[in-house]
C-alpha cells in the first residue's frame, strides 16, 4: 500500500478504459507516471465515469476497467507506490463535480475542442454529460489538491480549464483548491494515427489500422507499422510538411531513446521499408515486455481487488476531507450526527 508524504508534491492522473489503450496513452502518459512515482504522492485512477459519455457495452466496459489496471502495473507503476482506484468507488468526483459545475461557464465548456470533436463524432448521442466532461476531469484533479497532472496534450485545454475553475472558486470562497500544472513531454505529446497522421491516435478509432494497442502481438504491430501511412519521398526526416513520417520518427526515438538526429543518420539512403521495419520491432521490444507483466497481473483478478479496495479507501479518505471543507464554504447546512 502507497504511503504518502507531506514533503512530495501530488500528483494526479488517468484514462478512460473505452478501449485497449494504445502507445499514444504509454509515450504520451503512462511513462510519465511511471517515471515520476518515485519523486510524487501519486494517483492514477481508471475514469470510467468519464468513458460513459460516449455509449459503451457494460460488460466490456467493467471488463477493460480491470485490465486497464493491469496495464498500469505492466507498464511498471508500482501499487506499492502510488494509489490505484476506479473512479466510480470515490463519491466525491461527482459531488465535488456538481459544486465546481457551479463556478463554471457555459461558454466555457462549448469552446472545448473535444466537446465539438466528440459532439461531430457521436452526433446521435450529444449527451449532457459530454458537454460537462471537463468539470468531472475538474473535479478529479482538484479533489486531491494536485499539483501536477502528467497527460498528454489533447488534455492541455482540460487542464486550463480546471486551473480557471480553481481560481475562480477560490476567489469566491477563500482559498481550497491548489491550482493545478500540466506535464507534457515534448516529443511524444500527441502520438498522431498511422492511417491518417494529422490525426491524433485514438482507442476509440473505428479502425484498428490506425494505432497500435499495448496488448497488440508482434506480428500485427509490425504489420500496422509496414502499412503506416506516408509520403512518397522515402526520405527519413522531421519535416513538419510529412506527418506521416515525422510520427515514425517520434515513435521510433521514443523507443529507442534516441535523437531525431541520430535516427535520421541511422536510415540515412535507407528506404522507408527499412525505417518502419526497425520502428515496428523497437515498440514491439517494449510493449512484448509489458505484455508479459500484464498476463501474470491479468490472471490474478484477487490481488487486483486487492488494490482496488485498498485504493479506493486511501482515496475516498482524501476526497472525503476535501468535500467536508468544500460544503462547509459554499455554505451547506452541516449533517447532524444523530445517536
Ligand atoms: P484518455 O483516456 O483519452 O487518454 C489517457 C492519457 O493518454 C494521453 N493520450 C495521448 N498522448 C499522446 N498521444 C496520443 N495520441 C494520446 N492519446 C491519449 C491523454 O492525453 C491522457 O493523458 N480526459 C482524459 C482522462 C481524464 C484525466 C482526468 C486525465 C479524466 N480525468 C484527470 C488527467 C487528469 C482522457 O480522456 O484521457
Request: net charge neutral; charged share 25%.
Amino acid at each position: 500500500m502507497a504511503e504518502f508524504t507531506k514533503d512530495r508534491k501530488t500528483i494526479f492522473s488517468g484514462a478512460q478504459p473505452s478501449g485497449n489503450l494504445t502507445i499514444g496513452n504509454y509515450l504520451g502518459a503512462l511513462k510519465n507516471w511511471q517515471l515520476l512515482q518515485d519523486d510524487y504522492n501519486c494517483i492514477y485512477c481508471v475514469v470510467d465515469m468519464h468513458a460513459i459519455t460516449v455509449r459503451q457495452t457494460p460488460a466490456e466496459l467493467r471488463k477493460r476497467s480491470l485490465e486497464t489496471l493491469a496495464v498500469y502495473m505492466a507498464c511498471g507503476i508500482d501499487p506499492a507506490k502510488v494509489v490505484f482506484f476506479i473512479q466510480s468507488h470515490v463519491p466525491g468526483h461527482t459531488q465535488l463535480s456538481w459544486v465546481l459545475s457551479c463556478s463554471t461557464m457555459f461558454g466555457e465548456l462549448s469552446r472545448m475542442t473535444q466537446f465539438k470533436d466528440k459532439s461531430a463524432k457521436h452526433a446521435d448521442n450529444i449527451n449532457a454529460g459530454l458537454f460537462t466532461y471537463p468539470v468531472l476531469m475538474a473535479a478529479d484533479i482538484l479533489l486531491y489538491n494536485a499539483d501536477l497532472v502528467p497527460v498528454g496534450s489533447d488534455q492541455k485545454q482540460h487542464i486550463e480549464l480546471a486551473r480557471d475553475i480553481a481560481q475562480r472558486f477560490n476567489q469566491a470562497y477563500s482559498p481550497t483548491f491548489t491550482v493545478p500544472e500540466g506535464y507534457i513531454s515534448k516529443s511524444s505529446a500527441r502520438i498522431m494515427s498511422l492511417s491518417d497522421p494529422e490525426r491524433k491516435m485514438s482507442k476509440s478509432d473505428p479502425n484498428p489500422q490506425s494505432f497500435v494497442s499495448i496488448l497488440d502481438p508482434k506480428d500485427e504491430i509490425i504489420k500496422k507499422f509496414k502499412r503506416a501511412v506516408t509520403d512518397s519521398e522515402s526520405i527519413v526526416r522531421l519535416d513538419p510538411n510529412r506527418p506521416g513520417i515525422s510520427n515514425l520518427i517520434n515513435i521510433y526515438c521514443a523507443f529507442t531513446s534516441k535523437t531525431p538526429e541520430e535516427c535520421e543518420k541511422e536510415f540515412e539512403g535507407r528506404g522507408y521499408g527499412d525505417f518502419k521495419l526497425a520502428v515496428g520491432e523497437a515498440c514491439a521490444d517494449t510493449l512484448t515486455k509489458i505484455q508479459d507483466k500484464y498476463n501474470t497481473y491479468i490472471s490474478d483478478k484477487a490481488q487486483l481487488d486487492k488494490i482496488l479496495s485498498e485504493g479506493a479507501a486511501q482515496a475516498n479518505y482524501i476526497a472525503n476531507k476535501t468535500i467536508s471543507k468544500v460544503y462547509r464554504k459554499v455554505g451547506f447546512y452541516a449533517k447532524p450526527e444523530v445517536k
